[in-house]
């Protein structure tokens, strides 16, 4: 209970001035906390509403005890350098003090009212008023108190009255279910009213059990919303950690039919559940059609907790307004929706980002260390994260999009114009606001971390003019888990801030790593960048049908020097415009190995195909209308039939297999000319009698050569070379 804290001397002038002061200490009023004070107190009013005049209420050191309802008529102007002492039990809930009546106008009057019950209510009825004021326009109300009532102040608009314009300030309302209560009956309209310096708290042992509220703003139905009404240097501490019952809740600000409302430069302290963070917690509470109202918050946070059907109400803390009003310069979108495994099991990659390491300041493409849940990517001791130009973009923000329960940490690493790591263990290149802070450390290679789990407002921070570029990356929190689902970087001076992962990307913004999938569960085009390719190693894997982990395949591209892939569980195909020229490579045929390997139409085009003596075959090879040259390394190859009639030439290095139908012929079918200088049918031949045993002689032919020497011709069967006669 409050004696009579910051009383100001009442001037004598103003105490005799024509009989239009009233002092109460004149009726009989003792006011030493004790005596029943309500009869003289009741006799001052009515002598001053005979001209009136001001009642007052001189300092006290405790107060004026009071045993019924004071009331004010709107021509009074109610003095009160000391409160009222309210000693009714809690049985009783009338208002405290009232000024002026539902059909009555205050116009023009200077005011202080202060109201202490000595009974705390039991904050069940809101009919245990401190002081509430009827339909008061342009009065400047110097100060209020209210404390230990259900409704601390309210003030009244009714009976199709205006209350508005009126400037209250330096106000103390303590242990009251609700502090202010605005509100608007019978058509009334209130608006327009200025609230300096007001402040709103309850103590840590009242009412633990039991919600608590600051500020009401509301009408009965029959009324236009309240608005521009302006709060100025408001302080709200609620002791909401205090609450024993986790069902209750603590609302700074309820607005039920508010419009236009502002809020500035308040002060948040404590106005959450235990357990519970100011992160969580509200500072306002927005119903029904209230809208287009603005919070500034000096200290603490501006939560809003938007129910209403028209949201447009504008808040921000000003310890946040750096996290607020910037410049997005990167968004890495659902990072686990971009996130892919990189080696085919263990390692990850994300679109867009790198992986970081504990352990140094290398920046990866993919690295183990995370696990992929539902809607988050999930780790415990590794990084991810972008690296920033810093140049023109001093001051940064972070904002991070966690599960509830697993949040994050920023760690923050800068390099010089050189791109060398800037060891901040003597100098200090990051700074940020108090509130959140950071501290330097040898992890990863040596970075600064904020100094808790970021929250909805972000991370701000300012970095040294000797910092070109920083890498932001996420950590594991105060949990010992970040299940992270999305972060972006803010440049808060506006300036353009160019970002990559870190490393150079081989193809930006794609997945990277070394190998397809093995586990997972993955979309149909899902791609990752081979970081590392070869002759043996494609350039990329694709996948084309999605599935866990659904089908993946090597994709070759443009890429040159490919000597061979992996075994491959399913076929390759890789075409280039099928119809026309250039390469057309099919799938193997179901019943063996071999591919369908179609030659361009050009008349230049040619097709060379080596088999490195695997012994597989070639099949159905089909040529244009110029030269095609197959060359085998050794291999077999089979020739099948063909509808082509032009002029070929196959040259064969090794061994040719024709099928049985097939007519080789030398000349297009028809004979050659006497004088013919092309078109022969060549064969190989000897310079005397051949001595070796032939190899790889197929079943059912004869090895055959001709001797030009003795102009005969050999052929090798039963073993033996038996040779024609000579020609002549």
Same mark, same amino acid.
């Given at each position: ?8 001397? +009442? ?10 002061? #009233? ?61 009222? +002492? ?54 400047p109300i110097a100060h209020v108190q209210a404390e230990r009532f259900t409704v601390g102040v309210q003030m009244v608009a009714a009976s199709a009255n205006l209350l508005a314009y009126c400037e209250l300030g330096c106000s103390r309302l303590v242990d009251n279910k609700i502090g202010l209560d605005l509100t608007a009956t019978g058509g009334g309209a209130n608006n327009g009213c200025t609230f300096s310096r007001w402040r709103f708290a309850v103590n840590s042992g009242t009412h633990t059990g039991l919600s608590r509220y600051g500020v009401r703003i509301t009408h009965d139905g029959t009324c236009t919303p309240l608005n521009e009404h302006l709060f100025v240097g408001c302080s709200f501490e609620l002791s909401g950690t205090a609450i024993t019952d986790p069902t209750k809740e603590v609302v700074p600000v309820l607005l039920e039919h508010a419009w236009q409302c502002t809020w500035w430069n308040y002060r948040e302290e =404590? ?62 979108? %659902? ?47 590794? %990084? ?18 966690? +599960? ?14 050189? !791109? ?16 959140? !802070? ?22 701000? @921070? ?14 594991? *929190? ?15 001076? *506006? ?65 040159? =020097?490919?000597?061979? &892939? ?13 119809? !026309? ?41 089909? @040529? ?9 390394? *050794? ?5 099948? %039939?063909?509808?082509?009639?032009? %002029?070929?030439? &196959? ?6 297999? #024709? ?8 000349? *297009? ?10 078109? #022969? ?48």
């Amino acid at each position: 209970m409050s004696t009579n804290p910051q009383d100001i001397p +009442l001037p004598l002038t103003a105490v005799d001035r024509g009989g239009a002061v #009233f002092n109460v200490r004149g009726f009989g009023a003792v006011g030493d906390g004790t005596t029943d004070d309500t009869a003289a107190i009741n006799a001052a009013i009515a002598a001053a509403e005979l001209v009136g005049g001001t009642v007052l209420f001189p300092p006290v050191a405790i107060g004026y005890v009071v045993s019924s309802t004071i009331t004010f008529p709107a021509t009074v102007s109610p003095d009160m350098r000391s409160p009222v +002492l309210d000693s009714r039990s809690t049985a009783v809930n009338l208002p405290c003090l009232v000024w002026g009546s539902a059909s009555t106008v205050i116009l023009h009057l200077r005011g202080q009212l202060r109201a202490v019950r000595t009974n705390l209510s039991d904050w069940t009825d809101e009919g245990c008023v401190g002081v509430r004021i009827y339909n008061a326009q342009t009065c400047p109300i110097a100060h209020v108190q209210a404390e230990r009532f259900t409704v601390g102040v309210q003030m009244v608009a009714a009976s199709a009255n205006l209350l508005a314009y009126c400037e209250l300030g330096c106000s103390r309302l303590v242990d009251n279910k609700i502090g202010l209560d605005l509100t608007a009956t019978g058509g009334g309209a209130n608006n327009g009213c200025t609230f300096s310096r007001w402040r709103f708290a309850v103590n840590s042992g009242t009412h633990t059990g039991l919600s608590r509220y600051g500020v009401r703003i509301t009408h009965d139905g029959t009324c236009t919303p309240l608005n521009e009404h302006l709060f100025v240097g408001c302080s709200f501490e609620l002791s909401g950690t205090a609450i024993t019952d986790p069902t209750k809740e603590v609302v700074p600000v309820l607005l039920e039919h508010a419009w236009q409302c502002t809020w500035w430069n308040y002060r948040e302290e =404590g106005n959450y559940l235990p357990g519970g963070s100011a992160a969580a917690a509200i500072f306002v509470r927005i119903t029904n059609d209230s809208q287009d109202n603005e919070f500034r918050a000096h200290y603490g946070f501006a939560n809003v907790d938007e129910q209403g059907t028209k949201p447009s109400s504008i808040y921000f803390a000003r310890t946040t307004y750096l996290t607020q009003q910037a410049r997005q310069v990167f968004d890495s979108g %659902a990072v686990w929706r971009n996130a892919i495994v990189a080696d085919g099991s263990s390692t990850w990659s994300v679109q867009r980002c790198g992986i970081g390491n504990s352990s140094v300041a290398t920046v990866y493409a993919h690295n183990a260390g995370w696990t992929l849940g539902s809607t988050y990517l999930q780790t415990t001791s590794a %990084a991810v994260g972008v690296r920033v130009d810093t140049t023109a973009a001093k001051r940064l923000t972070v904002k991070l999009n966690t +599960l509830a329960g697993y949040g994050g940490q920023v760690i923050i690493r800068c390099y010089d114009s050189a !791109g060398a790591v800037l060891d901040g263990s003597a100098t200090t290149y990051v700074k940020t606001h108090g509130g959140a !802070g950071v501290f330097w450390s040898t992890n990863y290679g040596g970075v600064y971390y904020s100094g808790s789990n970021v929250g909805a407002p972000g991370l701000y @921070f300012v970095v040294d003019a000797a910092v070109a570029e920083v890498w932001i990356g996420v950590v594991a *929190g105060s949990t010992g888990t970040v299940r992270l689902r999305s972060f972006s970087v803010y440049s808060v001076d *506006g300036a353009s801030a160019a970002c990559d992962p870190g490393f150079r990307e081989i193809a930006p913004g794609a997945n990277h790593g070394t190998a397809a999938p093995a586990s997972g569960t993955w979309a149909t085009g899902s791609r990752i960048v081979n970081v590392a390719p070869s002759s043996t190693a494609p350039s990329a894997w694709v996948c084309t049908a999605g599935g866990t982990p659904g089908t993946w395949v090597p994709y070759v591209g443009a890429a040159t =020097g490919i000597t061979s &892939l992996p075994n491959q569980a399913t076929p390759i195909t890789i075409a280039a415009n099928q119809s !026309g020229y250039g390469l057309d490579v099919r799938n193997p045929h179901a019943s063996g190995s071999g591919v369908l390997i179609r030659a361009g139409s050009d008349s230049n085009n040619s097709l060379a195909v080596v088999d490195a003596a695997t012994g597989g075959t070639v099949r159905n090879a089909l @040529f244009g209308s110029g030269q095609a040259n197959l060359a085998t390394g *050794g291999g077999a190859v089979t020739v099948g %039939a063909t509808t082509n009639t032009r %002029a070929a030439r &196959l040259k064969v290095s090794g061994k040719a297999e #024709f099928d049985s139908d097939i007519h080789m012929t030398a000349g *297009g079918g028809a004979d050659l000319a006497t004088t013919a200088v092309v078109g #022969f049918f060549q064969v190989s031949t000897c310079n005397g009698t051949p001595s070796g045993t032939p190899t790889n002689v197929v079943a059912g032919c004869t090895p055959m050569l001709f001797d030009r020497a003795a102009k005969k011709w050999w052929a090798y069967t039963g073993g033996t070379w038996l040779s024609s006669p000579a020609f002549t």
